[in-house]
């Protein structure tokens, strides 16, 4: 089944406001789009506050092919609906106001769920987690079923980010067995409050 969920950034419903109240809109949103995509372009004069990384390391994520994308996306929409969500590199790069966004994966729709709902209680779970072999193999070995859904999306991330090169794979009974990944400093704090300050 696939399931669906929208997500809808503060941010952007100010640009709907000032589209429905003036004449600016068409302005406003290519300035913010020639913004973004020039911080993306990493001009070194450029503050790069705008761009929102995507939260997950995911393989096949698009972030590398961003610039071609962004050249043969149109200016103009109205809805942006993205079925194969997984990382979402081309999403967080657009910031859409008004998204269908949908993945297979339910561990992945519960993370994007409870970000945007709860990031402040899955940052002060992470804060808990240490980056061990061991606390990692005990946490992988949890049932996933058996935690509370802010619990869920705090190990879907946690694992992710200390995991061998980001890999999701599970196995015949869908439990998550990609090995330790024994990197030093990942971050799997800071993505969330990236993402998050646009709900806001
Ligand atoms: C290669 S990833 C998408 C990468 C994404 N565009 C990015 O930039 O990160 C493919 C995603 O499609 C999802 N997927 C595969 N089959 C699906 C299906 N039948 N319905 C919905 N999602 C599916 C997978 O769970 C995976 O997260």
Not at 87 to 97: C, E, S, V, W
Not at 124 to 138: A, H, I, V, W
Request: hydrophobic letters at 35%; glycine letters at 4%; proline letters at 5%.
């Amino acid at each position: 089944m696939v399931l669906q969920f929208a997500i809808f950034f503060k941010y952007i419903e100010y640009i709907d406001y000032t589209l429905k109240k003036n004449k600016f809109r068409d302005n406003k949103m290519s300035q913010l789009a020639n913004k973004r995509h020039m911080a993306y372009n990493s001009k070194p004069d450029i503050d790069k506050k705008d761009i929102v990384k995507p939260i997950l390391k995911w393989a096949g994520g698009k972030t590398q092919l961003l610039p071609e994308i962004i050249k043969r996306m149109p200016h103009r929409y109205n809805k942006y609906i993205e079925p194969f969500f997984g990382g979402g590199a081309l999403f967080f790069y657009a910031q859409p106001h008004n998204a269908i966004l949908a993945d297979i994966n339910p561990e992945l729709v519960n993370l994007y769920t409870m970000v945007k709902h709860k990031p402040y209680e899955i940052i002060e779970l992470l804060k808990k987690f240490r980056n061990t072999e061991e606390d990692y193999y005990n946490i992988r070995s949890q049932d996933r079923l058996s935690l509370s859904l802010e619990m869920q999306a705090a190990r879907t991330l946690y694992l992710n980010k200390t995991c061998f090169n980001g890999l999701y794979r599970v196995n015949k009974k869908g439990e998550f067995n990609t090995p330790y990944g024994k990197y030093k400093n990942p971050n799997f704090i800071g993505c969330i409050c990236s993402s998050s300050r646009y709900y806001y």
